[in-house]
Nanobody
Framework: QVQLAESGGGSEQSGGSLRLSCAAS????????MGWFRQAPGKKREGVAA???????TYPDSVKGRFTISRDNAKNTLYLQMNSLKPEDTATYYC????????????????????WGPGTQVTVSS
């Protein structure tokens, strides 16, 4: 089993930055794919960043150039650096992970992830 715990959420003004962290415990070294998802009230959960065990990353156009995902395998920790924040980035952010390999076009699809953290709130004011 793997447990994920996010931290680093909070409130920020438009244009500001936040850095989220996700600590993995349990059989964390078995994780191949890790990602960040977000869900705003009344909206579907969407993938905002993913990284595989080879360091290949993927982002949707909505955050490309503003968000950066990284992982420290020695610390079993996943990060999401969010810059140039916008009010539409307001959501609950979830860390997710999966032990299996997937096609890269599926990296931002929630159904391909087995493990999920409880989420952390990010609020961006204008």
């Amino acid at each position: 089993q793997v447990q994920l715990a996010e931290s680093g959420g909070g409130s920020e003004q438009s244009g500001g930055s936040l850095r989220l962290s996700c600590a993995a415990s349990g059989y964390a070294r078995s994780l191949n794919l890790m990602g960040w998802f977000r869900q705003a009230p009344g909206k579907k959960r969407e993938g905002v960043a993913a990284i595989d065990s080879n360091g290949i990353t993927t982002y949707p156009d909505s955050v490309k150039g503003r968000f950066t995902i990284s992982r420290d395998n020695a610390k079993n920790t996943l990060y999401l650096q969010m810059n140039s924040l916008k009010p539409e980035d307001t959501a609950t952010y979830y860390c997710a992970a999966d032990p299996f390999s997937h096609y890269s076009e599926n990296y931002l699809t929630a159904e391909y992830y087995t493990y999920w953290g409880p989420g952390t709130q990010v609020t961006v004011s204008s």
